[in-house]
C-alpha cells in the first residue's frame, strides 16, 4: 500500500505530540515540516529553533521555515512536495487559500472545544473566562479563521490548579490522540463532518500587554484566573507597592479584604497578601524584571523595605 504523503506546520511544544504521532504512524511518509524561522530566545538571546525543529532532529524529513507562505515561491515549494494530507498545530502564520487546494485534506489540531475560543489564544481564554471545561477540536482548514467542519474531539476538564502551561501539556496529548482517530478514518475512508455553528462562536485575541496587567479593584477570583491564565508567559503583572512583578503563582485567602484594594498586608514574615474588592489574594510565586522566579517569603526578605 503506498504511504499517504503528508505535510506538518506547527510550531511550539503543543505541536510535537502531532508531528509525533504522523511520523510514527506507518500509514503516512512525513515528507516536509513547515515551522516559524529560528529566534532569539531566552536570557542570552541566543537563536534557537522552535520546540518543533528541535524535536525532529532525530528524524530524516525537510524543514522548512519562511518568514510567509504569502508568495509564489513558497507555493511552489509546497507544490513539489505533492503532499496528500496537510496537518497543522500551532503553526503561527496564515494558510493561504492556494495552499488549502492541493492535498485532498487540510485539517487542524485546535485546542478548544469550536467554535468555542476561535484564533490565537485559546487555552489562555478558556481559564481567564472561568471556563469549566475545553478540549481539542480536529477541523478541516477553511479560508475563514478556525471555522471549518469537526472532524474529531476531545474534551477535558479544567481543574482548579490547571494554569496555561500545565493545560497546553495535557491538550498537547490529547490533540495527537484526537489526531490518530481521525487519521486512522482517513486510511479506512470512514472520515465524516460536522458543520460548526457559527452563532456560538467565540474568538480567543491575542493577550495584549495592557491586559497583562493585574487591577487591584477587581474581585480576587478574577485576578486569580488572570495569574493562571498567563502564567508562565507572558505572565500577569502587578505593581505591590511601587514595584512591578510577574505574578507567577498565589491562591484565594480565606480573610475578606478590609483594606483599600491593592493594600498590601505584611505582618508576616513568610505570607503576602494583597486585597481585592472580596477576598485578600495570597502571593506565592513572583519575577521581577530580569531576575528568576521566586517566593513571596524570599521577595519579602529582600524587599519589604521597599513595600
Known amino acids: 500500500m503506498n504511504k499517504i504523503r503528508t505535510v506538518f506546520a506547527g510550531t511550539p511544544s503543543f505541536a510535537i505530540p502531532s508531528v509525533e504521532a504522523i511520523a510514527?504512524?506507518?500509514?503516512?511518509?512525513?515528507?516536509?515540516?513547515?515551522?516559524?524561522?529560528?529566534?532569539?530566545?531566552?536570557?542570552?538571546?541566543?537563536?534557537?529553533?522552535?520546540?518543533?525543529?528541535?524535536?525532529?532532529?532525530?528524524?530524516?524529513?525537510?524543514?522548512?521555515?519562511?518568514?510567509?507562505?504569502?508568495?509564489?515561491?513558497?507555493?511552489?515549494?509546497?507544490?513539489?512536495?505533492?503532499?496528500?494530507?496537510?496537518?497543522?498545530?500551532?503553526?503561527?502564520?496564515?494558510i493561504p487559500g492556494d495552499f488549502l487546494e492541493i492535498p485532498r485534506?487540510?485539517?487542524?489540531?485546535?485546542?478548544?472545544?469550536?467554535?468555542?475560543?476561535?484564533?490565537?489564544?485559546?487555552?489562555?481564554?478558556?481559564?481567564?473566562?472561568?471556563?469549566?471545561?475545553?478540549?481539542?477540536?480536529?477541523?478541516?482548514?477553511?479560508?475563514?479563521?478556525?471555522?471549518?467542519?469537526?472532524?474529531n474531539i476531545k474534551v477535558r476538564e479544567i481543574e482548579p490548579t490547571d494554569t496555561t502551561a500545565t493545560l497546553t501539556r495535557k491538550l498537547a496529548q490529547d490533540g495527537a490522540d484526537a489526531l490518530k482517530e481521525c487519521l486512522l478514518n482517513i486510511t479506512q475512508g470512514t472520515i465524516t463532518e460536522?458543520?460548526?455553528?457559527?452563532?456560538?462562536?467565540?474568538?480567543?485575541?491575542?493577550?495584549?500587554?495592557?491586559?497583562?496587567?493585574?487591577?487591584?479593584?477587581?474581585p480576587a477570583e478574577v485576578i486569580s484566573l488572570k495569574i493562571?491564565?498567563?502564567?508562565?508567559?507572558?505572565?500577569?503583572?502587578?505593581y505591590l507597592g511601587k514595584i512591578l512583578v510577574k505574578i507567577i503563582s498565589a491562591k484565594i485567602s480565606e480573610?475578606?479584604?478590609?483594606?483599600?484594594?491593592?493594600?498590601?498586608?505584611?505582618?508576616?514574615?513568610?505570607?503576602?497578601?494583597?486585597?481585592?474588592?472580596t477576598k485578600n489574594l495570597q502571593i506565592d510565586l513572583l519575577q521581577l524584571p530580569g531576575k528568576k522566579i521566586i517566593t513571596a517569603k524570599d521577595f519579602l526578605n529582600g524587599y519589604r523595605k521597599l513595600l
Open 105 to 151: 485534506y487540510c485539517i487542524n489540531v485546535h485546542a478548544s472545544l469550536l467554535p468555542r475560543w476561535r484564533g490565537a489564544a485559546p487555552i489562555q481564554r478558556a481559564i481567564m473566562n472561568g471556563d469549566l471545561q475545553t478540549g481539542v477540536s480536529i477541523m478541516r482548514i477553511v479560508e475563514k479563521l478556525d471555522a471549518g467542519p469537526i472532524l
Open 228 to 238: 493562571r491564565a498567563l502564567s508562565n508567559q507572558p505572565g500577569a503583572t502587578a
Open 24 to 94: 510514527l504512524q506507518n500509514e503516512f511518509e512525513l515528507v516536509g515540516v513547515y515551522t516559524q524561522p529560528d529566534k532569539p530566545a531566552g536570557r542570552g538571546k541566543k537563536i534557537m529553533g522552535s520546540a518543533v525543529k528541535r524535536a525532529l532532529s532525530a528524524f530524516d524529513v525537510p524543514i522548512f521555515q519562511p518568514n510567509s507562505l504569502s508568495d509564489d515561491v513558497e507555493l511552489k515549494t509546497f507544490r513539489t512536495l505533492k503532499p496528500e494530507l496537510f496537518v497543522v498545530a500551532a503553526y503561527g502564520l496564515i
Open 194 to 218: 460536522k458543520a460548526q455553528n457559527d452563532e456560538n462562536a467565540l474568538y480567543a485575541k491575542k493577550i495584549s500587554k495592557t491586559e497583562s496587567l493585574i487591577t487591584w479593584t477587581v
Open 255 to 277: 480573610e475578606t479584604s478590609t483594606g483599600l484594594p491593592g493594600t498590601l498586608n505584611l505582618t508576616s514574615k513568610n505570607t503576602l497578601t494583597v486585597a481585592t474588592t
